[in-house]
């Protein structure tokens, strides 16, 4: 059975259903704005569709997601996407109709996600046509952003985002990567430290020395928390170096370690350890992590190519 990918549940279940202008050049499509006037009777269809859909979700899942337009309601969302459902949907009503249970979930579940954006962070539709093209502006620290709410929704229900093997980022994932983390205020994060403070390469990295490192430099960081790699796990990754970087203005700090096979980075605030992030590497050069103001620089080789990459300085 061939896979189920973005591309074929666009041209099966929502392509047919353009006008025909708009299949005939769909980047311009995209591009236009369907909307210049700020008709607010266009903003209302994307509200209520947004309502629709809160309202369609018990009896489209057999549960109550709580879709109460939190962001916390789009992680219960994506959770409960599965392959199992998208195939329960599109086995109802023909595909390439508006009578497709597949087609309705996708686009009053994308004015659902733009709503989300639009009420917790500030987000403004960019009406396009057909209307569940429309695209959501965010403003953050990572700068502007068109997001294409419809489109996150296709690639979440293609079989690579689906499942515990999933290659793919899936909803919730996207959503957190393109509208949580950019928009997290950092300033409300409390210090660590005021000031500036000196913390040296650990050249013999071991749990204990990391300990001993800690104590020494970083008292404030009482407690490298549970999520931390336990001791075993540590001394298993095999660091053969491991820089700290003070970021935030002493909001947070990054454990950059470097193994045989990539970079590790770690996040710790005052409660300990944050996030995590991995990238493969070459062994050599060595990597390089540096501050550039609200941003995190990684500068490696991979396959003997040399790549950078940009994080917030409060991580992926």
């Not at 704005?33 to 209520?48: G, K, Q, S, V």
């Not at 203005?249 to 193994?259: E, I």
């Amino acid at each position: 059975m061939a896979a189920v990918t973005a591309e074929h549940l666009f041209a099966d279940y929502f392509l047919p259903l353009y006008p025909e202008d708009c299949r005939a050049d769909l980047p311009q499509a995209r591009r236009t704005d369907a909307n210049p006037a700020r008709n607010p009777a266009l903003y209302a269809h994307l509200a209520e569709a947004a309502r629709i859909f809160a309202g369609m979700a018990p009896a489209l899942f057999g549960d109550d997601l709580r879709l109460d337009f939190s962001d916390a309601s789009v992680h219960r969302l994506g959770a409960a996407l599965t392959r199992a459902r998208r195939d329960a949907w599109a086995s109802k009503g023909a595909p390439g109709t508006a009578e497709s249970e597949l087609f309705n979930v996708v686009v009053h579940g994308a004015a659902y996600l733009g709503a989300c954006i639009e009420r917790n962070h500030g987000g403004t539709w960019l009406v396009r046509r057909p209307l569940w093209e429309s695209l959501v502006g965010l403003r953050s620290a990572a700068g502007e952003a068109e997001l294409a709410v419809f489109h996150w929704w296709l690639k979440s229900l293609a079989d690579d985002a689906l499942g515990s093997e999933a290659a793919a980022p899936g909803l919730a994932d996207r959503y957190r990567t393109h509208v949580e983390v950019p928009r997290f205020d950092a300033a409300a994060v409390p210090p660590l430290f005021v000031g500036e403070r000196k913390l040296p390469r650990i050249t013999k990295p071991r749990y204990d020395v990391l300990y001993k490192y800690i104590k020494a430099h970083l008292p404030e960081l009482r407690d490298l928390g549970r999520d931390f790699p336990s001791p075993e796990r540590f001394d298993e990754l095999g660091f053969r170096w491991i820089d700290v970087l003070v970021v935030g203005g002493g909001r947070m700090v990054v454990l950059a370690g470097a193994t045989a096979t990539g970079l590790h980075l770690f996040w710790l605030d005052g409660t300990g350890f944050l996030k995590a992030a991995y990238f493969p590497a070459d062994a050599f050069p060595d990597p390089v992590v540096r501050t550039a103001g609200e941003k995190l620089e990684v500068l490696l080789a991979a396959e003997e190519r040399m790549v950078t990459h940009e994080l917030l300085w409060w991580g992926p």
